[in-house]
């Protein structure tokens, strides 16, 4: 068989090619690449140059800035890719916001010596990340250990959908981001119906887009799933303790305690294997009586938005 050097610029290839045990081929990750455990020690490629302590609403506003005067949120370290010379580099044009720009990775890769592969991943539904998951491993050499993962993934999907069949469909808002708050999109909305909920803000294989609090007012969802985009829990439940006392307080979900707050940055950002774990989340939230499965806070938090404090 033969054993490939790759550098991983995506937290979900770099999960993709641990689950499919090729973790001793990757040579290089990004600073964000944080699971399993085993790839944060791995050299570090990538550096942001945005602060992720500021408030969503400045983060939102300096992302906008940085992409509109420089084109790009990260800096790719050229030289110590040369030093690691990794055969194949993992990418994406997707999102600008998640990644170093494609363009970038193109031209730094064509201008070293080694002249690396680049390969564009690009899921936009949840199909599009089973077959990046069968891209990974057949450019790996391991296209039947990648087959055997996505039928145990597509296995489980099936599962879900065929427990929620019949279901009433929970009226759900779900937002990928708070100041301004952006709506679900790409694979999400996929999910949000598998898991038998129905949210109309949602664009299914399509960006996420902005959405006007008017609108969240008007739609008056009877669950809220809060899911930033590269945030945690606890990263999440800063930005909504200041919402609390203001947008949020006039919706059903939140006087009813249906507010969730969920870890995106590792389940529903990320399109890699745990794409399933966050559908199985989802249902858990819509439908306890058929999922009753006790997450650690960790994963996801019912929060009583009104509270003068919560945690």
């Known amino acids: 068989m033969i054993s490939v050097r790759i550098c991983s610029l995506l937290p979900s290839s770099t999960e993709i090619l641990f689950a499919l045990g090729l973790g001793d081929r990757v040579v290089a ?20 140059e945005i602060n992720p302590l500021l408030a969503s609403a400045e983060i939102d506003f300096r992302v906008r800035q940085q992409l509109e005067n420089v084109g790009s949120l990260y800096q790719l370290d050229a030289q110590l890719l040369e030093e690691l010379k990794p055969d194949i580099i993992f990418t994406q044009q997707l999102c ?80 990928e981001w708070l100041e301004p708050p952006f709506c679900a999109g790409h694979w999400v909305p996929e999910l949000i119906d598998f898991a038998g ?14 959405l006007a609090w008017e609108q969240i007012l008007s739609y008056n969802p009877d669950v809220i799933v809060v899911s930033c985009c590269g945030f945690s829990v606890e990263r999440a ?21 249906s507010f969730f707050v969920v870890d995106g940055s590792s389940y529903f950002s990320r399109p890699g294997p745990r794409i399933v774990d966050s559908l199985e989340i989802l249902a858990a939230i819509l439908h306890p009586e058929l999922f009753p499965i006790d997450y650690p806070q960790s994963v996801v938090r019912r929060v009583n938005i009104l509270a003068t404090e919560y945690s």
């Open 29 to 48: 990750v990004t600073h964000e690449c944080d699971f399993p455990p085993q790839a944060a020690v791995k050299p570090q490629v990538t550096r942001s």
């Open 96 to 175: 600008t916001v998640c990644a170093v720009s494609y363009d970038n990775v193109y031209r730094i890769a064509n201008s070293l010596p080694s002249k690396p592969r680049v390969v564009n991943l690009e899921p936009k539904s949840l199909e599009g990340i089973f077959e990046n998951i069968l891209e990974v491993g057949s450019l790996a050499n391991v296209a039947d250990r990648a087959a055997k993962r996505v039928n145990e993934l597509r296995q489980r999907v099936e599962k879900v959908r065929h427990l929620t069949l019949n279901t009433d469909r929970r009226k759900l808002l779900f937002l």
């Open 197 to 210: 909920g129905f949210d109309p803000f949602g664009k299914r294989h399509q960006p996420s887009s902005q």
């Open 237 to 257: 439940l800063k930005e909504i303790h200041v919402l609390a006392n203001n947008e949020f307080q006039h919706l059903t979900a939140a006087r009813e305690a």
